[in-house]
């Protein structure tokens, strides 16, 4: 890699606190396959937790592309946490 190629890399760390470390755990688990087989060469993305907070760690060839790689994350992770919201106020119909 020459030096002009390694100027055009951009970084972004984003850290996200769950309320507890299994929605974190779960979060984290629906992101795998994201992070396993990205569609755009030009970014990679890695995803840890620790406790109950998930770190992403973003690596672009530019802005544009660090722009839409976080807004992507972001909202599969909404998505990821609406679903689970909705699932933990889900009670099934018990007959009486």
Same mark, same amino acid.
Request: hydrophobic share 40%.
């Given at each position: 890699?020459?030096?002009? @190629?390694?100027?055009?890399?951009?970084?972004?760390? =984003?850290? =996200?606190?769950?309320?507890?470390?299994?929605?974190?755990?779960?979060? *984290?688990?629906a *992101?795998?396959?994201?992070?396993?087989?990205?569609?755009?060469?030009?970014?990679?993305? !890695?995803?840890?937790? !620790?406790?109950?907070?998930? =770190?992403?760690?973003?690596?672009?060839? @530019?802005?544009t592309?660090l722009?839409?790689?976080?807004?992507?994350?972001?909202?599969?992770i909404?998505?990821? @946490? @609406? =679903?689970?919201?909705?699932?933990?106020?889900?009670?099934?119909f018990?007959?009486?």
């Amino acid at each position: 890699m020459s030096s002009e @190629d390694s100027m055009k890399e951009t970084k972004a760390i =984003i850290r =996200i606190e769950f309320s507890s470390e299994k929605r974190a755990a779960i979060v *984290l688990n629906a *992101l795998k396959p994201e992070t396993e087989a990205s569609p755009v060469q030009r970014s990679k993305v !890695e995803v840890k937790r !620790e406790g109950n907070v998930l =770190i992403l760690s973003f690596k672009t060839t @530019d802005t544009t592309v660090l722009r839409a790689s976080i807004n992507a994350y972001t909202r599969w992770i909404k998505v990821i @946490d @609406d =679903i689970l919201s909705g699932a933990e106020a889900f009670t099934p119909f018990r007959s009486e």
